[in-house]
């Protein structure tokens, strides 16, 4: 399995990893992007029988990556040929048209060209035709491709053609790691400001309207310096371990994310297990997956923003409702339920694996 080191995607693997060690299967986690920080050693170091194989290789959507999009193909298939393993499942896009020997499930998370169509509102620049031309062939190389939801899956049809045997399987999280707690009168969000999909810039300029807190967890520190991404009417909580923002979530009673893009969105369903009532952007994904468990608000309508949250915290019998409903919902995301329809389609792409 491949997982870039620097987004959700390493979330993701992790817990189906854990997963797939309670069903009997081992896994070989090579990662791309950056080094593992020592948290995230730890984290791998606590899912039985997952062994890691580290590279810092830039990720296919980053600038001028193809040297490093070659290289780590070399290397990845040098570890198929070490390891000989029954199944390749690929969290990227361009290593799908590689000559792998063993069949090859790949996960469309998200990508370049859905972001800028939602965040821009345009399609994306010229620049990223290489990009979109090695996206698609290994699409269309792969035996499966996979999707969180099916607003991705339509997404990276409607990007790239139509794809050969598709199949949406939600993501998951383990319920007991993030517990629910005694609520507090404030808002919660993670992201960093700056991060336009997210669009927690629209918290900020709501948040002088509030009589209640609204906090941020996440990177404060621009990576190019911008100032206009600094905190100033939210309260940044900095960059938190797994275990001190699920502390955070048991106790904030709302969980805000107005995004433009956020094609599952693994925080929203952390903060809907901790029992926060949830205010999310209005996009086709995320209509999908909170269905009425959730109310939405139109990324760019600040007033239907600040009106949302006000009324959830001016009325506890309703925002604890919602939550309830919020957190129902969550429970039917289960890494026991991921796990089983990987391991399903594991067996349909390796007729070996049907006899064990």
């Known amino acids: 399995m491949t997982a870039d080191t620097v987004g959700g995607v390493w979330t993701y693997a992790l817990e189906l990893c854990q997963a797939l060690a309670v069903e009997g299967v081992r896994v070989e986690l090579a990662t791309l992007g950056a080094p593992l920080s020592s948290a995230q050693w730890e984290e791998a170091r606590a899912v039985p029988g997952l062994s890691l194989h580290?590279?810092?290789?830039?990720?296919e959507w980053m600038e001028e990556p193809w040297e490093d999009v070659r290289a780590s193909g070399e290397w990845l298939l040098g570890l198929e040929a070490r390891l000989a393993p029954d199944i390749i499942h690929l969290n990227g896009y361009c290593h799908g048209a590689l000559p792998w020997r063993a069949p090859v499930l790949m996960?469309?998370?998200s990508c370049?060209?859905?972001?800028?169509?939602?965040?821009?509102?345009?399609?994306?620049?010229?620049?990223y035709t290489r990009y979109a031309q090695e996206v698609a062939r290994g699409l269309r190389a792969a035996a499966r491709v996979?999707?969180?939801?099916?607003?991705?899956?339509?997404?990276?049809?409607?990007?790239y053609g139509p794809l050969r045997s598709t199949r949406v399987i939600?993501?998951?999280?383990?319920?007991?790691?993030?517990?629910?707690?005694?609520?507090?009168?404030?808002?919660?969000?993670?992201?960093?400001?700056?991060?336009?999909?997210?669009?927690?810039?629209a918290l900020e300029a709501v948040a002088p309207r509030l009589p209640f807190p609204v906090r941020v967890a996440g990177e404060t520190q621009h990576p190019g310096g911008g100032s206009d991404a600094r905190a100033r009417q939210v309260q940044p909580l900095g960059r938190l371990t797994?275990?001190?923002?699920?502390?955070?979530?048991?106790?904030?009673?709302?969980y805000a994310l107005p995004a433009r893009y956020e094609p599952f969105g693994l925080s929203v369903l952390e903060?809907?297990?901790?029992g926060c009532a949830l205010v999310l952007g209005d996009i086709p994904s995320l209509r999908e997956v909170w269905g009425d468990a959730a109310l939405f608000v139109h990324p760019d309508d600040g007033e239907g923003l600040a009106e949302a949250l006000q009324g959830l915290m001016a009325n506890p019998a309703e925002r604890e409702h919602l939550a309830?409903?919020?957190?129902?919902?969550a429970l039917t995301f289960t890494p026991r339920r991921m796990a089983e329809a990987y391991l399903e389609l594991y067996a349909r792409v390796q007729p070996a694996l049907r006899a064990s």
């Not at 996979?146 to 990007?159: D, N, Y």
């Not at 993501?171 to 927690?200: M, Q, Y």
């Open 54 to 59: 580290e590279s810092s290789y830039q990720l």
């Open 107 to 109: 996960v469309a998370h």
């Open 112 to 127: 370049v060209l859905s972001w800028w169509e939602a965040v821009k509102g345009e399609p994306a620049p010229g620049r």
């Open 146 to 159: 996979v999707a969180p939801s099916e607003a991705m899956l339509a997404a990276a049809e409607r990007h």
């Open 170 to 201: 939600p993501n998951a999280r383990r319920a007991e790691s993030f517990p629910p707690g005694p609520k507090e009168p404030f808002v919660l969000a993670v992201g960093r400001l700056w991060d336009e999909a997210k669009n927690l810039a």
């Open 242 to 254: 797994s275990e001190e923002l699920a502390a955070w979530m048991a106790r904030a009673a709302i």
């Open 271 to 274: 903060a809907a297990l901790a």
């Open 324 to 329: 309830a409903r919020a957190r129902a919902r």
